[in-house]
């Protein structure tokens, strides 16, 4: 079924649906965007930071390949949590080829929902030299190895219901208008107690963005990590203070757009809500090692050295944009402030 039908189907059904609903249909039914579709690169429809540059994922590799050498030292599972085009892992073993005893250690999981980047994953990292290599669609692991989790750019795909407050707490909900054959956005007063307790932590903003899928994904992966020990590291647009205004946007072809348009075609993320996320990871008895915008925690281990090496004896083309890739992973006006770093660790 076209997935504006679906949705259309779904509001006859129930007489509405939240924001939530309406996009857990367009990326994730069985047509939805983040299940048949390549989104990522210039040709498509937005770009990330592995795709930016080599180094962002030479100096994740290095990270974490100095955690494994300092508290693993032994087999273990290597997890990338919604791999894309497979660019971040090949750069993490890439680095890894000069430590021989981590890449014979890894057994290494790509955690990935779409078909048509599981293809394109596979076409690229199968001949990986990892010790095993394995895809899963869903988080299941049922190893007690210890883990190293690691993920770019994944929370933000979760849906999000979005709540705002005038006087009292509404709820965005959306409706089909028949006679028009359009969406359209209505809102609904919370009556719910438990609900409107959880908006309290808003009201200071009055507007508010909740993902429990996304919550409890994040929670599963700290129960993970606590039970088999490791590291979970997560890079994602997001804030720790909700920044007062709704964060959703829909981009399709590197413009942005409107939630009722491309269905099942253009990409929907939502901030990620980082104070959330450490509760959780303090919840489940992590610990918090570091939280930091990616502009910190790249230059902190050691990006403008590495930049400067990848710089020595090109000619002036070829350092200028590695220069211009190195401004943009970092500038606090591009992606060195609204990303954030947070990792957490069981030991
Ligand atoms: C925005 S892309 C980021 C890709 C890659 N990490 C990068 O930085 O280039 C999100 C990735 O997560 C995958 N994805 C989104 N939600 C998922 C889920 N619930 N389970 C598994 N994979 C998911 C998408 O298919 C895609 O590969």
């Given at each position: 079924m076209k997935i504006k039908d679906l949705i259309i189907s779904q509001i006859k059904k129930k007489g509405q649906i939240d924001v939530g609903e309406f996009i857990e249909l367009c990326q994730f039914s069985d047509n939805g965007y983040y299940i048949n579709n390549n989104p990522i690169g210039q040709n498509n429809d937005f770009i990330t930071?592995?795709?930016?540059?080599?180094?962002?994922?030479?100096?994740?590799?290095?990270?974490?390949?100095?955690?494994?050498?300092?508290?693993?030292?032994?087999?273990?599972?290597?997890?990338?949590?919604?791999p894309?085009?497979?660019?971040?892992?090949?750069?993490?073993?890439?680095?890894?080829?000069?430590?021989?005893?981590?890449?014979?250690?890894?057994?290494?999981?790509?955690?990935?929902?779409n078909q048509v980047l599981i293809k394109k994953q596979k076409d690229r990292l199968s001949n990986l030299n990892v010790k095993n290599l394995k895809w899963c669609?869903?988080?299941?692991?049922?190893?007690?190895?210890?883990?190293?989790?690691?993920?770019?750019?994944?929370?933000?795909?979760?849906?999000?219901?979005?709540?705002f407050r005038k006087q009292k707490w509404y709820e965005k909900i959306i409706k089909y208008n028949n006679s028009k054959k359009l969406f359209n956005f209505e809102s609904e007063e919370i009556k719910n107690e438990k609900l409107l307790q959880s908006l309290e932590k808003f009201n200071y903003a009055g507007v508010a963005e909740i993902s429990k899928t996304r919550k409890n994904y994040y929670d599963s992966v700290c129960k993970f990590i606590k039970n088999n020990k490791g590291i979970f590291f997560t890079i994602d647009y997001g804030y720790k203070t909700f920044p007062k205004n709704f964060s959703l946007q829909t981009i399709h072809r590197h413009k942005k757009t409107h939630l009722f348009d491309n269905l099942g075609n253009q990409d929907i993320t939502a901030h990620v809500n980082f104070d959330e996320l450490i509760k959780v990871a303090n919840y489940n008895k992590l610990t918090i090692e570091s939280f930091s915008n990616q502009k910190d925690f790249l230059l902190g281990c050691g990006l403008k050295e590495r930049k400067e090496q990848l710089q020595n004896n090109q000619d002036?083309?070829?350092?200028?944009?590695?220069?211009?890739?190195?401004?943009?992973?970092?500038?606090?006006?591009?992606?060195?402030?609204?990303?954030?770093?947070?990792?957490?660790?069981?030991?």
């Open positions: 930071s592995p795709e930016i540059s080599q180094m962002f994922g030479e100096i994740i590799g290095v990270f974490l390949i100095n955690f494994w050498e300092k508290h693993i030292q032994r087999d273990f599972n290597l997890i990338e949590l919604g894309g085009a497979g660019t971040l892992t090949e750069d993490i073993i890439r680095v890894a080829t000069i430590n021989k005893d981590f890449l014979n250690s890894t057994n290494l999981f790509l955690i990935e929902k669609k869903n988080f299941d692991i049922k190893n007690d190895k210890p883990s190293i989790v690691y993920s770019n750019e994944f929370f933000d795909c979760f849906p999000i219901r979005q709540f002036e083309i070829v350092s200028k944009k590695i220069e211009l890739d190195y401004e943009r992973l970092t500038s606090k006006s591009q992606m060195g402030d609204i990303f954030k770093v947070l990792i957490t660790t069981c030991l």
